[in-house]
């Protein structure tokens, strides 16, 4: 009996274990990869408004328009909505957290740290670009309309979010309503449309005709806006040791009262602010 059973176990202790296979994990995704994709899906929230809009009005999405003023020499405009009543030029942003900001602020703040800048003066270039491809007679039609995610909290003038201001600023699930309040509001103060069914035609196909597809164009103009702005380069340093700072840093002096524009380092922040 013991020699069987002794069998049975040095049997055992030699059997191959099974192999187990486990599923390779999935690469996580950079913060890069995450923003993009958080972005798409507000465009797409976005996308999906305005093919919902109604059939006189015409819309066009992810422009790129030659702007000598700008700093890569064009113009990006998210989206363009074009009715009997008002010309809407669109820039959605993907922020996350608190939106602290004015009209009269050249730049805002995100969470009250972060800069961007005044995406209404951002939207007046894009304007300004649309404004040489149409007649003149049409250049007062234009509503700037600035788009966030839910996401984010606005703490911003009050203006920006009545109808009749002519600068807009909503969430990107409000979009659709806010176009239809405007023109609602433009149809009672204008008892004939303001632009016809060739008027909207005409601008439509200007923009498009005007619009640069190219993949070679759009990727230098995205390069162009990561490279650093020389004045902002030679700008970084503090204005009593020329030490270099942090664009952080920066940040804070510029928007400090306090420093009058100039930029310091942490030691000399607190002697200038005595």
Request: proline content about 5%.
């Amino acid at each position: 009996m013991l020699l069987f059973l002794n069998y049975l176990k040095n049997k055992k202790s030699k059997s191959k274990p099974i192999p187990t296979t486990t599923a390779p994990s999935k690469p996580k995704r950079t913060n890069e990869q995450i923003a993009t994709r958080k972005g798409e899906l507000g465009e797409y929230k976005i996308d999906i408004q305005l093919d919902q809009l109604p059939k006189t009005y015409r819309h066009l999405s992810d422009l790129l328009m030659p702007n000598p003023k700008a700093k890569s020499g064009y113009s990006q405009i998210d989206h363009v909505v074009i009715t009997p009543y008002a010309i809407f030029v669109i820039e959605t942003k993907n922020y996350q957290g608190t939106i602290y900001g004015g009209k009269d602020r050249s730049t805002w703040l995100v969470n009250g740290k972060f800069k961007m800048m005044n995406p209404f003066v951002q939207n007046y270039g894009h304007m300004k670009a649309l404004s040489t491809l149409i007649d003149k007679k049409y250049h007062d039609l234009f509503i700037s309309m600035v788009s966030f995610t839910k996401r984010s909290t606005f703490k911003v003038d009050g203006d920006y979010r009545k109808i009749a201001s002519n600068e807009l600023i909503m969430y990107d699930i409000e979009l659709s309503e806010f176009i239809h309040r405007k023109v609602s509001v433009l149809k009672i103060q204008h008892k004939e449309p303001l632009l016809s069914e060739s008027d909207i035609s005409t601008i439509y196909q200007a923009i498009l005709h005007a619009n640069i597809p190219d993949p070679e164009v759009r990727k230098k103009h995205t390069q162009a806006l990561n490279e650093p702005d020389k004045k902002t380069s030679s700008s970084s340093k503090c204005e009593i040791c020329d030490k270099s700072v942090s664009n952080k840093v920066r940040a804070y002096c510029l928007s400090n009262p306090t420093f009058k524009g100039k930029v310091y380092c942490y030691e000399h922040q607190r002697s200038v602010g005595k």
